[in-house]
């Protein structure tokens, strides 16, 4: 039978651990959420000019200079206006500016996060 000192509690080497994991996921959190801050104001920004698109009378070079004014004015370093796609198709102008943001976390473990929902169709309000 053991005695009630050997019952109580964790061990050291054990609080050791769950320290160690929290400080990872603590680290990782504290790394990856500027990313999804910056995705959030690429997506406002593409959407914004999106729906100041005039289908007939605003060019792509037009919506091209609007959005590196509003990347210059907001500080978005994770995407370049020349990473972003802007042509028209069947005479609809597309924003594309999904893009991938990848983090390094330890040694030579990284995270890739991946903005997908970046494709928008100019001239057409999105209900919000």
Not at 4 to 18: N, T
Not at 83 to 106: M, S
């Amino acid at each position: 039978m053991r005695t009630p000192q050997r019952q109580r509690g964790m061990s050291i080497p054990g609080m050791l651990i769950i320290a160690i994991m929290a400080g990872f996921y603590v680290m990782c959190f504290v790394k990856m959420v500027p990313h999804y801050f910056e995705y959030t104001s690429v997506k406002n920004i593409v959407q914004t000019v999106a729906d100041e698109h005039e289908p007939g009378s605003t060019t792509v070079g037009q919506v091209r200079r609007r959005i590196d004014r509003l990347f210059n004015t907001n500080q978005i370093y994770a995407l370049k206006v020349g990473d972003v796609d802007i042509y028209r198709e069947k005479g609809v102008t597309y924003i594309d500016a999904r893009y991938e943001a990848r983090v390094p976390l330890a040694w030579r473990i990284d995270a890739v996060m991946k903005f997908d929902d970046l494709l928008i169709e100019a001239g057409k309000p999105e209900p919000r």
